[in-house]
T-cell receptor, first 114, second 114 residues
């Protein structure tokens, strides 16, 4: 069965420091991987995706993610965190069956301290 | 271009009451989805519609029904609400275009069942 794991419920980082939010996946075949962000009381906003090609994917708001096939990981990164980056982050993988649904991780709360 | 819209944004129901959550998308996407979000559980798929005229169960369909009214609209109905259905509900739509996959979410409906 396909799955996504986000091993950290919460990540704390000081403003200006680099941040990493971890994600590992388990799929058959080549994965389509996504990161979404959810601000308080808001819907999910698309950040970036990996379909194929370059392992380093750049997305919105200065975020990037590195696809690592050997480690089955797709960690989200940003060189310098902002307080406004504080939000709930979800990693997801596209189902390879007929539904095209996304399978989500449980989410990681990012807290950036000033 | 409004993307994915949902109504209502908030709703409080008493146990046993019924209601319909509305969703519409203007991106000409074939597939539409209903997810629920609960703390620590990520997003779980309730029902999906791969194309107009078809609907299928997701991971947690019990207590819900759906209607794909046309290509734009996909509604979710709670026939007899239960406290366990207190959650945030997200509608989404998706398409595969030019070799890439995109899925977009509505702003969510926050439902409380007392």
């Amino acid at each position: 069965a396909q799955s996504v794991a986000q091993p950290e419920d919460q990540v704390n980082v000081a403003e200006g420091n680099p941040l990493t939010v971890k994600c590992t996946y388990s799929v058959s075949g080549n994965p389509y991987l996504f990161w979404y962000v959810q601000y308080p009381n808001r819907g999910l906003q698309f950040l970036l995706k990996y379909i194929t090609g370059d392992n380093l994917v750049k997305g919105s708001y200065g975020f990037e993610a590195e696809f690592n096939k050997s480690q089955t990981s797709f960690h989200l990164k940003k060189p310098s965190a902002l307080v406004s980056d504080s939000a709930l982050y979800f990693c997801a993988v596209r189902d390879t069956g007929a539904t095209n649904k996304l399978i989500f991780g449980t989410g990681t709360l990012l807290a950036v301290q000033p | 271009n409004a993307g994915v819209t949902q109504t209502p944004k908030f709703q409080v129901l008493k146990t046993g009451q019924s209601m319909t959550l509305q969703c519409a998308q203007d991106m000409n996407h074939n597939s539409m989805y209903w997810y629920r979000q609960d703390p620590g559980m990520g997003l779980r798929l309730i029902y999906y519609s791969a194309s107009e005229g078809t609907t299928d169960k997701g991971e947690v369909p019990n207590g819900y029904n759906v209607s794909r009214l046309n290509k734009r609209e996909f509604s979710l109905r709670l026939e007899s609400a239960a406290p366990s259905q207190t959650s945030v509900y997200f509608c989404a739509s998706s398409a595969v275009r030019q070799g890439t996959y995109e899925q977009y979410f509505g702003p969510g409906t926050r439902l409380t069942v007392t």
